[in-house]
């Protein structure tokens, strides 16, 4: 069975442009957890979808989208880059139940912005 | 908010002794919690998991203890190799919310 994947590895913008990150979830699973990872603060939930919809939400401004399709693929779009985007942008599948089911995370999204 | 902590950024051991890996949680809800390891490069693999209404859970050289009433849990290798050396993440979650996570140890062991 085929991991996560995402695509593309590594992105570099600049500030004030946007960009689009895609993931394809395991076959089968149909949750897509997004999540931003910088030095020191860990892994922070930006969103979750569950059957093309947002079930779940972080702290995270406007500027951070998601959207899945039916196929459970999913995409997230951040606008208006600023530097303090620059993350490893991580996307996880899972089978959603009642709970405690693991994430299975694809190698990530590498973006630095200049 | 960081409702899972991890306040070790770093963990140093040798080769053959015991790792042990600490994780506070605030959130009393949360009812499930695991352990993910990271390598550079890589996504996150999960490694072991616990739920609440357990203390222990073994899996072969990784054991997870969990004491609700200080809200901490830990993991320990025994015995430590040199491939564990990565980043160790806690997280944390309940009923169908989000997998909340700490900001990760760095665990290197030496030969």
């Known amino acids: 069975k085929a991991g996560v994947t995402q695509t593309p590895r590594y992105l570099i913008k600049t500030r004030g442009q946007q960009v689009t990150l895609s993931c394809s979830p395991i076959?089968?699973?149909?949750?897509v957890s997004w999540y931003q990872q910088t030095p020191g603060q860990g892994l922070q939930f930006l969103f979750e979808?569950?059957?093309?919809?947002?079930?779940n939400k972080g702290n995270f401004p406007g500027r951070f989208s998601g959207r899945q399709f039916s196929n459970s693929r999913s995409e997230m779009n951040v606008s208006t880059l600023e530097l303090g985007d620059s993350a490893l942008y991580l996307c996880a599948s899972s089978v959603p139940g009642t709970g405690g089911e693991k994430l299975f995370f694809g190698s990530g999204t590498q973006l630095s912005v200049l | 908010d960081q409702q899972v902590k991890q306040n070790s950024p770093s963990l140093s051991v040798q080769e053959g002794r015991i790792s042990i890996l600490n994780c506070d949680y605030t959130n009393s809800m949360f009812d499930y919690f695991l352990w993910y390891k990271k390598y550079p490069a890589e996504g996150p693999t999960f490694l072991i998991s616990i739920s609440s209404i357990k203390d222990k859970n073994e899996d072969g050289r990784f054991t997870v203890f969990l004491n609700k009433s200080a809200k901490h849990l830990s993991l320990h290798i025994v015995p430590s190799q040199p491939g564990d050396s990565a980043v160790y993440f806690c997280?944390?979650?309940?009923?169908?919310?989000?997998?909340?996570f700490g900001a990760g140890t760095r665990l290197t062991v030496k030969p």
């Open positions: 076959s089968g699973h149909r949750s």
């Open positions: 997280a944390a979650t309940y009923n169908n919310n989000d997998m909340r």
């Open positions: 979808y569950f059957s093309e919809t947002q079930r």
